[in-house]
């Protein structure tokens, strides 16, 4: 059982405010409904005698919160090369409601855009993942979204850089620069500076 002013998830929707709780007729059945305030003033009903059973929690505390920066900093987990499998794969994680399943697919498809792009149905998974990720992180840690929001980015990319731009290898960079800086034997003496 929750209370007014608790602050929950609803997966697949993200963090939100237990706004009030109220006796509605739907349908001729009279039901008891959390009334949860979203981010960007949405408002959703989930009746309160189905609440757990559809997977609202409540929202992570300050440790659980560092553990989810720190999956952010972590290299990917082993994604599927299938497409429509891997789509499923993480559409599972988010319906799970799990905040470190959400953290994960966050970051893998942070790293696939960065080194591949994505589908529009995988761009539209992330935005969608990121926002259900901020929204309980901004109300974990008491801090404003767009800040949250840099945090976020910042850590991806902290861990982006360390595991795949400062993994290659010597051999690729000099390769990929004389690919598209061409030398000759007589531009190539120790006067030229990259």
Do not use: C
Not at 46 to 52: F, G
Not at 137 to 145: C, K
Not at 172 to 194: A, G, M, Q, R, Y
């Amino acid at each position: 059982m929750f209370n007014v002013g608790d602050h929950i998830v609803y997966p697949m929707h993200g963090a939100g405010t237990i706004d009030s709780i109220e006796e509605k007729d739907i349908l001729g059945e009279k039901q008891s409904y959390y009334i949860l305030k979203m981010p960007g003033e949405v408002k959703v009903m989930v009746p309160t005698s189905k609440a757990e059973e559809i997977g609202v929690r409540n929202i992570i505390d300050k440790t659980s919160a560092d553990k989810v920066f720190a999956i952010l900093q972590e290299d990917e987990t082993e994604m599927s090369m299938n497409w429509n499998k891997r789509y499923r794969d993480n559409m599972e994680k988010m319906k799970s409601g799990d905040i470190y399943e959400i953290a994960d697919v966050v970051r893998n498809l942070s790293f696939k855009q960065k080194e591949k792009g994505l589908s529009t149905g995988e761009k539209k998974m992330l935005t969608n993942a990121k926002q259900i990720l901020i929204s309980e992180l901004v109300l974990a840690e008491q801090i404003p979204e767009e800040e949250m929001e840099n945090i976020v980015d910042n850590k991806i990319n902290q861990s982006f850089n360390e595991f795949r731009v400062n993994n290659e290898t010597p051999d690729i960079v000099s390769n990929v620069v004389k690919k598209f800086i061409p030398f000759d034997d007589e531009t190539s003496d120790s006067s030229v500076n990259l």
